[in-house]
């Protein structure tokens, strides 16, 4: 009988049912995870696709929903399939990302706006006021760790998407993703009480 190694599993557990392997991703058989890859990892995507419209955040997705499944193998199946549960999964988590990357873009044009000049009709008072909320905008982005800062006055200053921030930094989308929130909640905490979120 042929050997099966973690990278060529055997055609007995390539012919496993879905609620078989994840019994197996019960006990950490990573190799049960590898099939469930090969057998859904491009509906996942695909689906991912179709909502973020941008393809490495579907390869982002995608990784997350197979590392949520290896996490939490104890998915009930009322059917024989995984793949309710998986286009459930996937489609909430593309549509949570699409909210937080909503919310991002809304705090960073509110913090645009702070920067823009005064309009030719503004009053003393709305002159002073836009002078006082930019002088604070500046003073909290001061206050950032150097990268948050960074990627943050590239997104606003040069309008660069998270994918172009990542390319010219030569750092991968994720930690781009990571710098651009963690920047933007400390930024707001920094904030809170001076301008209106």
Not at 21 to 49: E, M, T
Not at 98 to 127: C, K
């Amino acid at each position: 009988m042929e050997s099966s190694s973690p990278d060529n599993p055997s055609p007995e557990k390539l012919s496993l049912t879905d609620a078989e392997l994840l019994h197996a991703l019960k006990s950490k058989q990573a190799w049960a995870l590898g099939i469930l890859y090969d057998r859904y990892g491009g509906l996942v995507y695909g689906i991912g696709l179709k909502v973020l419209q941008n393809p490495q955040e579907a390869e982002d997705l995608t990784q997350e929903i197979f590392l949520a499944i290896w996490r939490n193998a104890t998915i009930n199946l009322n059917t024989s399939s995984l793949l309710p549960y998986l286009v459930k999964m996937t489609r909430s988590r593309a549509i949570d990302k699409l909210r937080v990357r909503s919310r991002n873009i809304n705090l960073l044009q509110r913090i645009g706006q702070t920067f823009t000049a005064e309009s030719p009709t503004s009053t003393p008072f709305e002159a002073a006021s836009l002078t006082e909320r930019s002088k604070y905008v500046r003073d909290a982005l001061a206050q950032l760790p150097e990268q948050q800062r960074q990627v943050l006055e590239m997104a606003y200053d040069q309008g660069l998407s998270q994918s172009k921030i990542a390319q010219q930094l030569n750092k991968p989308l994720g930690t781009v993703k990571t710098l651009t929130r963690q920047g933007l909640l400390t930024l707001k905490q920094i904030l809170k009480g001076y301008i209106d979120w």
